[in-house]
């Protein structure tokens, strides 16, 4: 039984012997070196025509020449067209009910147990103070202590409830009237359990009256 592989091999082999033992004479050799030897060019005449040039001429075309369109440019049709972006305006609806809370860890806002911000809680609040540039709201800032509940981490909650809003209206540039602190807090998520958690609430205006 012949095989593919065994077909394969075989015609291999008789292409092996048909380049060895096949051979070209002197005379065929030089017809060859010939051929290459001769350079096309575009013509046998000294006339250099494009490709594009053709031998017959083109038929002569009647052409309907309009007053206005695309030849003549009817400048006093055209008009001025003022399409603006609408301006961004936010409804409390849209943003949020009637508040809204951002809780982050404090130990990704503050270095240690101090209150001077580390690199990405400023990011943080950057992002935060963003979205209250376009929604205007009454912010409450408080720190819901972790498993230390103690007067010292009162106090700590205080001071870095001063931090974040030194931040927003000073780095910030918001309205310092729009920023209240205080020590009450409300229940801190799951995930933080055991953490402290900076919780920033932003009421809308109708909530707040």
Not at 52 to 68: F, H
Not at 119 to 144: H, K, W, Y
Not at 157 to 170: C, I
């Amino acid at each position: 039984m012949v095989t593919f592989s065994d077909c394969m091999t075989l015609l291999l082999c008789f292409f092996v012997i048909l380049m060895t033992f096949s051979s070209f004479d002197d005379a065929a050799l030089s017809r060859l070196a010939g051929s290459f030897d001769y350079r096309a060019v575009d013509s046998p005449t000294d006339i250099k025509r494009t490709i594009k040039d053709s031998v017959v001429p083109p038929r002569p075309r009647q052409m309907d020449r309009t007053q206005v369109g695309s030849e003549q440019p009817a400048e006093e049709l055209l008009k001025s067209i003022k399409n603006p972006r609408k301006p961004l305006n936010i409804a409390f609806t849209d943003a949020y009910r009637d508040k809204k809370l951002f809780h982050i860890a404090s130990g990704s806002l503050f270095w240690g147990n101090g209150s001077s911000f580390v690199q990405s809680g400023r990011d943080r609040l950057r992002m935060i103070a963003s979205f209250m540039t376009l929604v205007p709201c009454q912010v409450v800032i408080a720190e819901i202590p972790g498993a230390e509940e103690s007067e010292a981490a009162l106090d700590r909650g205080l001071e870095r409830a001063w931090s974040v809003m030194d931040y927003f209206t000073v780095q910030a540039a918001l309205p310092a009237k729009r920023f209240h602190i205080s020590a009450t807090h409300g229940q801190a998520p799951e995930r933080f359990a055991g953490q402290a958690v900076m919780e920033i609430t932003l009421l809308a205006g109708s909530v707040y009256e």
